[in-house]
């Protein structure tokens, strides 16, 4: 995408259907996952071009089936003047955004593959309540691959972690939740 630079280029996309990936492309077609969105959220375009530096380019890239809608800037400046409720909701998924990638640097800068699944594990649990029997049961449709990405592991390893985890009966990664038996034994 070439970015939004005027005002009747798109900024915001609200994802109808299916999901997209916003990462960084290097030179050598490597990519560094930021984050996903999916259904009912929005992400914006790059603005000015101001994550794209030399070679390093900021992509969105939709899954298959992938249905997007798109907002020039001065829709998006329209509606926000007349909807302060929505202009709040878009200023708390910013922030929110903003308030993951600290999160992230945090989980990942100089820590092992398997602390940062531990400290990416416990802080999920600090965000839930525990069910009646103890467990968290954490809300996760993110494939192994996904969570491998976000947390800079290699795909076997995040699989050897998990495998671990489960085997010691602590962790069991479902297709749509990552159940936690014990947060008390993670920390």
Request: negative net charge; charged residues 20%; proline residues 2%.
């Amino acid at each position: 995408s070439k970015g939004c630079n005027k005002d009747d280029d798109p900024y915001l996309y609200y994802v109808v259907s299916g999901n997209v990936k916003v990462c960084y492309q290097r030179n050598d077609c490597s990519e560094i996952v930021l984050f996903y969105r999916e259904r009912g959220n929005i992400f914006q375009a790059e603005y000015n071009r101001f994550a794209s530096i030399c070679t390093d380019k900021l992509k969105f890239i939709a899954a298959e089936n992938t249905v997007a809608v798109a907002f020039t800037k001065a829709q998006v400046y329209e509606l926000f003047c007349e909807d302060q409720d929505l202009f709040e909701e878009f200023l708390l998924t910013v922030h929110l955004t903003y308030a993951s990638f600290a999160q992230r640097l945090v989980n990942t800068a100089h820590l092992s593959s398997g602390t940062r699944l531990l400290t990416w594990l416990n802080k999920l649990c600090a965000f839930s309540e525990p069910s009646e029997k103890g467990y968290y049961e954490l809300p996760c449709d993110l494939t192994q691959q996904q969570i491998a990405d976000l947390l800079f592991i290699h795909v076997s390893t995040c699989n050897k972690l998990f495998s671990l985890l489960e085997k010691e009966n602590l962790v069991k990664n479902t297709k749509n939740h990552i159940v936690v038996y014990d947060c008390a034994t993670l920390k």
